[in-house]
Nanobody, 130 residues
C-alpha cells in the first residue's frame, strides 16, 4: 500500500514563496519509479494539474500558469517530490494535492497528465495567498 503525504502549505502575501513536499511511503507499484504530479483545486473548481515529474530521469512538465514561477523536483533517496512556488498570486490559492502512478509520465499533450492518470493521492495541503 502506497501513501502520499503533503506538507508545506500555508498563508503568504502576494509575491511570496512556498515549497510543498510530497513524501511517498509504503510499498507497491506506486513506490518505485513513478510519475508524480501536483494538482490544485480551488472551491467550486475542477482539480487541475500544475506540474508533473518522472522520477526515473527527472523530466518535468508544467501547466502554463506555473511556468516560470513553479519548479518541481524529485529526490529519489528521500522518496519525495517538491514544488517550489515563487511569485505567488491570489489566484494560486487552492488545496494542493500530490498524486503518483507507476511508470513514465505522459507528456504527449504538452501539459501535465490529467487527474485520471494517477491512482495514488495525498490528502492535500492548503495554500492561501492574500
Amino acid at each position: 500500500h502506497v501513501q502520499l503525504v503533503e506538507s508545506g502549505g500555508g498563508s503568504v502575501r502576494p509575491g511570496g514563496s512556498l515549497t510543498l513536499s510530497c513524501a511517498v511511503s509504503g510499498n507497491g507499484d506506486g513506490s518505485g519509479y513513478r510519475c508524480t504530479g501536483w494538482f490544485r483545486q480551488a472551491p467550486g473548481q475542477e482539480r487541475e494539474g500544475v506540474a508533473a515529474i518522472y522520477s526515473g530521469d527527472s523530466s518535468a512538465i508544467y501547466d502554463d500558469n506555473a511556468k516560470g514561477r513553479f519548479t518541481i523536483s524529485s529526490d529519489n533517496a528521500k522518496r519525495s517530490v517538491y514544488l517550489q512556488m515563487n511569485d505567488l498570486r491570489p489566484e494560486d490559492t487552492a488545496m494542493y494535492y500530490c498524486a503518483a502512478d507507476p511508470g513514465v509520465c505522459d507528456y504527449s499533450l504538452a501539459r501535465p497528465p490529467t487527474k485520471y492518470a494517477f491512482g495514488y493521492w495525498g490528502q492535500g495541503t492548503q495554500v492561501t495567498v492574500s
